[in-house]
Antibody, heavy 122, light 115 residues
Framework: QVQLVQSGAEVKKPGASVKVSCKAS????????FNWVRQAAGQGLEWMGWMNPNSGNTGYAQKFQGRVTMTRDTSISTAYMELSSLTSEDTAVYYC???????????????WGQGSLVTVSS | QAVLTQPSSLSASPGASASLTCTLR?????????IHWYQQKPGSPPQYLLR?????????GSGVPSRFSGSKDASANAGILLISGLQSEDEADYYCMIWHSSAWVFGGGTKLTVL
């Protein structure tokens, strides 16, 4: 069965970087794009960007341009999202999500990771 | 002004219907967008419900009951998620989403209370 298992909670100081992993299993890793979505406590969903794990191509939300990097390691079927220059505003649960139809907005997020809490505090 | 606006909360009784709106910002025509809907329960990631573009182009999520349906109100420039025959298990947060300016944009979410 398809599973996306994310790395554990992290506590970071302002100005630091965090790297969250998302390990996929149960399907061909390179066949589906990954997206990253975050959610601050009690708040709504915020899309951060996408990555094609086959080509490594990425697309980032304008808000995060220059601060986010999405990568992958195909040998271990794992996607990564690294966010730098952290502030308290980045405290949130970060989700990876699989997109069903590469390059097609008519797809949807069918599988999600369990979420990784990132806390930014001095 | 936000791209997508959803009422923050809505209450309805068991067995009744609930209409959740997702209003697009002025200048963004709902007729040209596919509206995606997700349900999120506390402590869990969102789950896909459905996509609505038109009556001839819509998609229901796998295992999603038919009492969840989508539509558009062109006069209000809004997407609508209609939930009929409300059940206690429908109590959740609901988010709309569109692909706009090369990015996925979520509405702020509506907390649906079934009481």
């Amino acid at each position: 069965q398809v599973q996306l298992v994310q790395s554990g909670a992290e506590v970071k100081k302002p100005g630091a970087s965090v790297k969250v992993s998302c390990k996929a299993s149960g399907y061909t890793f390179t066949s589906y794009d990954f997206n990253w979505v975050r959610q601050a406590a009690g708040q709504g969903l915020e899309w951060m960007g996408w990555m094609n794990p086959n080509s490594g191509n990425t697309g980032y939300a304008q808000k995060f341009q220059g601060r986010v990097t999405m990568t992958r390691d195909t040998s271990i079927s794992t996607a990564y999202m690294e966010l730098s220059s952290l502030t308290s505003e980045d405290t949130a649960v970060y989700y990876c999500a699989r997109w069903t139809l590469r390059g097609d907005p008519l797809g949807y997020f069918d599988y999600w990771g369990q979420g990784s809490l990132v806390t930014v505090s001095s | 002004q936000a791209v997508l606006t959803q009422p923050s909360s809505l209450s309805a009784s068991p067995g009744a219907s609930a209409s959740l709106t997702c209003t697009l910002r002025s200048g963004i025509n709902v007729g040209t967008y596919s509206i995606h809907w997700y349900q999120q329960k506390p402590g869990s990631p969102p789950q896909y419900l459905l996509r609505y573009t038109s009556d001839s182009d819509k998609q229901q999520g796998s295992g999603v009951p038919s009492r969840f349906s989508g539509s558009k109100d062109a006069s209000a420039n809004a997407g609508i998620l209609l939930i009929s025959g409300l059940q206690s298990e429908d109590e959740a947060d609901y988010y709309c989403m569109i692909w706009h300016s090369s990015a996925w944009v979520f509405g702020g979410g509506t907390k649906l209370t079934v009481l």
